[in-house]
């Protein structure tokens, strides 16, 4: 158990909906990372968030976006679902000027039927 | 941008047996982390080992061990005495050293991955 949480651990819906998928970080971790994994795409970098602000950002669509709240969870919403945003959708958190290794959490599967 | 490069989609080895996972990577940053993830059939992503670049000791984990050479951009992971439970598929990773306040995107660049089979 990484210590990272991840809900749901499994969503289906249909195209053009709005899903919204819940990440908590380990304790005392201050940077929350986005990942989405996909049979097309393999593994990729979506989004970073630090201390509630955006850090950086990777191949994230516009009908993506996050937000990291004073708790320091965090929240991808993805909008206007197509198909090919099917995927595993892996929250990972780290320490600040740590030692770099990022933790995972157990990922929410999305179905987009 | 940097690249990872795993060229190896499939590897196989006998139960007690050594294996040795490839990676390359491509970038023009000196100071770097490495990483090698583990996604058993769970699908959860676990760290086996990870390297920091200003280091030339290579890293250790048990039965895992690394070759890191700097200059060829080669970051390879050698599993000693395999054992069924090593049976995933393994990730090679690239992080940059920038801290957060530097900006940048500070994200995992991930390999393709490799599949190993560890046959009994």
């Known amino acids: 158990d990484s210590g990272v949480t991840q809900t749901p651990k499994h969503l289906i819906t249909a195209t053009g909906q709005r899903v919204t998928l819940r990440c908590s970080p380990r304790?005392?971790?201050?940077?929350v990372y986005w990942y989405q994994q996909s049979l097309d795409q393999g593994l990729q970098f979506l989004i970073q968030?630090?201390?509630?602000?955006?850090?950086a950002k990777g191949n994230i669509l516009e009908r993506f976006s996050a937000q990291q709240f004073p708790d320091l969870h965090s929240e991808l919403n993805l909008s206007s679902l197509e198909l090919g945003d099917s995927a595993l959708y892996f929250c990972?958190?780290?320490?600040?000027?740590?030692?770099?290794?990022?933790?995972f959490g157990p990922g929410t599967r999305l179905t987009v039927l | 941008a940097q690249t990872v490069t795993q060229s190896q989609p499939e590897m196989s080895v006998q139960e007690a047996e050594t294996v040795t996972l490839s990676c390359t990577y491509d970038?023009?940053?000196?100071?770097?982390?490495l990483f090698w993830y583990k996604q058993p059939p769970s699908r959860q992503m676990i760290l086996v080992i990870r390297?920091?670049?200003?280091?030339?000791q290579n890293a250790t984990e048990n039965r895992f061990s690394v070759n890191f050479q700097k200059a060829a951009k080669s970051f390879s992971l050698k599993i000693s005495d395999s054992q069924l439970g090593d049976a995933a598929m393994y990730f090679c990773?690239?992080?940059?050293?920038?801290?957060?306040?530097?900006?940048?995107?500070?994200?995992?660049?991930f390999g393709k991955g490799t599949h190993l089979i560890i046959q009994p």
């Open positions: 970038t023009s940053e000196s100071d770097y982390y």
């Open positions: 990972a958190s780290s320490v600040v000027a740590g030692r770099g290794e990022q933790f």
């Open positions: 304790s005392g971790d201050l940077s």
């Open positions: 390297q920091e670049a200003y280091k030339q």
């Open positions: 968030y630090y201390n509630g602000e955006e850090r």
């Open positions: 990773a690239y992080r940059s050293s920038a801290t957060n306040s530097g900006g940048g995107a500070d994200g995992l660049t």
